[in-house]
């Protein structure tokens, strides 16, 4: 009975939430430690994508690392409904050729209520996969088109690590952007770089009315 009255308080303060403003939700997800904040990104679709989004102070400091490695952050936001944000990804090519993109759990343990961060790099493994796996055969004119998953060719985990190997027809034409948004090669940069988000493209690594 107990158990049954805080999840039936659970979601009368999460349709609260959900029913205001979104500007006023702002505000008061802005109020928010990260832990709590995780908390609410876990208890719904809208307030996962508010928690992360980029006006909330928490998020001031976070450096944007490049639209692969957002890719696979939000696949791991998916699949854990976390913000993109809170996860350690990180480009290792000197340590594996293969699985050059490594995000370490241990920080999660909090703010997920786990223990065993081995097990979870399992569970998180074998979702990506199913992600992957799942994804149709994409032929699409632009890369700013494909799903964030398309990204990842493969994923593996190692310990309480998650490893993950890149698929090049999605991730080689977005770093050819971010190179020409750099100003290279000097002849053909048509903007220079800014971080501002390409065309079509939204925080969370969907396409635009979509």
């Known amino acids: ?3 049954q009255l805080n999840q039936e308080q659970g979601q009368s303060s999460t349709s609260a939430l959900t029913g205001l403003p979104n500007h006023v939700l ?3 997800l ?5 832990f709590s904040l995780c908390s609410c990104s876990r208890s719904c ?6 928690a992360a989004h980029p006006s909330l102070p928490i998020w001031q400091k976070f450096k944007h690392d490049g639209w692969v490695l957002w890719d696979v952050r939000c696949v791991l936001a998916r699949v854990l409904r976390l913000p993109p944000q809170v996860f350690h990804v990180q480009l290792d090519v000197k340590r594996s050729h293969k699985f050059p993109v490594t995000v370490t759990l241990h920080n999660l343990r909090p703010l997920l209520g786990v223990t065993d961060t081995e097990e979870l790099a399992e569970h998180v493994s074998k979702a990506v996969q199913d992600q992957i796996a799942r994804l149709k055969r994409w032929r699409f004119s632009s890369w700013q088109q494909l799903p964030p998953a398309a990204s990842i060719s493969c994923c593996r985990a190692d310990r309480s690590t998650v490893r993950a190997s890149l698929h090049f027809e999605a991730a080689v ?3 050819v952007h971010l190179l020409q948004q750099a100003g290279w090669p000097p002849e053909q940069a048509a903007v220079a770089a800014g971080g501002a988000l390409p065309a079509g493209r939204t925080m969370c690594g969907h396409v635009q009315g979509a």
């Open 45 to 50: 679709t809208l307030l996962s994508k508010m």
């Open 1 to 3: 009975m107990e158990q």
């Open 30 to 34: 802005s109020q928010l430690d990260l």
């Open 26 to 28: 702002l505000i008061v």
């Open 173 to 175: 034409p977005q770093l």
